[in-house]
């Protein structure tokens, strides 16, 4: 049996429909379970994964083999669903926002919990999009130190720094946030 990496090499340019189904087979079912963790919808995770294995084989010619590729085609599932659901909370915020009829209360601890989260992402957006790419790796796909630095061609421990780095700005934005935001109350 070939490896992903070995079967991309020897039919994508010659097969591309035989190295699509094969790796299609192979993968499917993992990036639906990641697209169903990610949304908790059966049928966005299923539209989300036909999109996701779409996108990555049109980019397959760009697979440098620095990684996996089911490192690879993770990140794209990730990313892709992060995207998608942004957009659509997004749309909902806007739609919301612009109804006035809805006057829902909240409850103390939500709303406080809700507020964390809203900081969070605000300090999220000041943040590079390499620190921002890196974080992800790490805490939402889980990937090991050992993992990023094969993916980007970089030393165990270079990885470890730019962690903490990323790690201490992140603390440092959402602690000025949270102050600015108490001052104005």
């Not at 779409?54 to 980019?59: G, I, N, Q, V």
């Not at 749309?91 to 601890?109: G, H, M, Q, R, V």
């Not at 943040?127 to 130190?145: A, H, M, N, W």
């Amino acid at each position: 049996m070939l490896t992903d990496e070995e079967m991309i090499r020897a039919y994508f340019s010659s097969q591309p429909t035989h190295c699509f189904e094969t790796l299609y087979k192979r993968y499917v079912n993992k990036v639906y379970r990641r697209c169903l963790s990610l949304t908790q919808d059966t049928t966005k995770a299923e539209d989300f994964t036909h999109d996701i294995f779409l996108r990555a084989f049109s980019k397959l010619d760009a697979f440098q083999e620095r990684a996996r590729f089911s490192t690879w085609l993770y990140s794209i599932a990730y990313n892709y669903c992060l995207d998608q659901l942004k957009l659509a909370r997004r749309i909902n915020t806007i739609i919301i926002a612009d109804d006035s009829a809805f006057d829902i209360p909240e409850a103390d601890e939500s709303l406080v919990h809700e507020e964390a989260i809203q900081l969070m992402e605000r300090a999220i957006d000041y943040l590079s999009p390499k620190d921002i790419r890196l974080l992800r790796l790490k805490y939402e796909e889980g990937l090991s130190v050992n993992e990023i630095a094969d993916l980007y061609s970089s030393k165990v421990n270079t990885v470890k720094m730019r962690l903490k780095r990323s790690r201490d700005r992140i603390a440092y934005l959402y602690k000025t946030l949270q102050y600015h935001q108490t001052k104005r109350l």
